[in-house]
């Protein structure tokens, strides 16, 4: 009877210890499933918009594609040899959606640590006179956001991100 008793603890010992041992398993697991967003921000670097972000909870060694966006408004001038912009037609204004996309590996922790450039809009079909050299005047943006489009999770970065004028001596840029 004692011997029967010794072995119902044993198999019951065994099936607590593979429990533990499932659960070990399964907790890392679950959070290695559990994208998130760590820190993000932007930052200009002259006309561009440089958006830096941290995501954790992704799996080893994963490739997570990411899409940085914003709204964006932009001044282009046009500037002569006398560094002037000689009249007023000779500027323009675009607004629209701009957005970078990279793909980053998640390595061995699981994590991402990446920045995308965002680039103004393009002044499209505006050019400028010959001996005239087109320039971006100025830049906002606005609505910036980066996606992790692999997994469907997307960080609001608050804020207006705007240059003043980039042409200070430029006469009529700004």
């Known amino acids: 009877m004692q011997r029967l008793a010794q072995r ?20 890392p697991a679950a959070f290695a499933d559990s994208p998130h967003f760590i820190s993000a921000s932007a930052n200009l670097s002259g006309a561009n918009l440089v958006v830096s972000f941290k995501e954790a909870g992704l799996g080893t060694n994963q490739l997570i594609t990411y899409v940085a966006s914003a709204d964006a408004t932009a001044v282009y001038v046009c500037v002569n040899n006398g560094g002037a912009n000689p009249s ?52 906002s943006y606005t609505n910036v956001a980066i996606t992790d489009t692999t997994n469907g999770v997307t960080e609001s970065i608050p804020g207006t991100f705007s240059t003043g004028c980039l042409l200070p001596n430029v006469r009529g840029a700004c």
């Open 8 to 27: 119902r603890a044993g198999r019951l010992g065994d099936a607590v210890e593979t429990a533990l041992l499932l659960m070990a398993v399964a907790i």
């Open 88 to 139: 007023a037609k000779n500027k323009t204004t675009v607004s629209g959606p701009v957005s970078a996309t990279g793909t980053f590996s998640s390595g061995k922790n699981g994590n991402v640590t990446a920045s995308l450039t965002l680039n103004p809009p393009s002044a499209g079909s505006f050019s400028c006179p010959s001996g005239q050299d087109l320039e971006v005047a100025s830049v």
